[in-house]
């Protein structure tokens, strides 16, 4: 990705995996995008079948309006926000999550080490600080994520929680 300033051309690297939704999840996103749609339309026809003057005081008709506007407007660009803005960016110096309209930063250094989990097939960061999360993007994209986050400090640990390893220290246990 390219950033001109008006003077300046800086070259930034920056990787951007997207988010991945389960199909059931991105199914419920846009039954809820339908909704609004749905909504807004319902409540255009019915401002335009009523007669706001015949209210004994027309301030609670236009209040009325106002918020049944407003509601499905205010959840369709939180879900539009969702589907077109959920993705984790890497530079050289901040690891940013972004969750539609909800956005995090961490300091690349900050981050301790990366976990890929074969067993729950899910890969898990931890900071410094004690922070957890687990990233959730294509199986394809994790060795590119994870060089991109190694790339950008070194320091970086990564391990490998394996499923035969888990199975025979199961069985180890249970005997």
Request: with cysteine; hydrophobic share 45%.
């Given at each position: ?27 419920l996103i846009y039954a809820g ?118 790339k950008a400090n070194p320091l ?20």
């Amino acid at each position: 990705m390219l950033i001109f300033t008006h003077r300046y051309c800086i070259i930034a690297l920056m990787k951007i995996f997207k988010y991945k939704f389960t199909k059931p999840i991105l199914l419920l996103i846009y039954a809820g995008i339908a909704l609004c749609f749905i909504g807004l339309g319902l409540n255009t026809y019915f401002i335009a079948t009523s007669n706001i003057n015949e209210a004994a005081n027309i301030v609670y008709p236009i209040i009325q309006y106002t918020l049944l506007f407003l509601i499905p407007i205010i959840l369709l660009i939180i879900l539009i926000s969702l589907v077109v803005s959920s993705y984790y960016s890497i530079d050289d110096k901040i690891f940013k999550t972004s969750f539609g309209i909800i956005k995090s930063k961490y300091d690349v250094k900050e981050i301790q080490s990366i976990v890929l989990d074969r067993s729950t097939n899910k890969l898990a960061v931890s900071t410094i600080n004690g922070n957890c999360f687990m990233i959730v993007v294509k199986e394809e994209w994790y060795q590119e994520f994870i060089d991109a986050l190694c790339k950008a400090n070194p320091l970086i640990e990564y391990s490998i929680n394996s499923k035969n390893n888990d199975d025979e220290d199961q069985g180890k246990k249970l005997k």
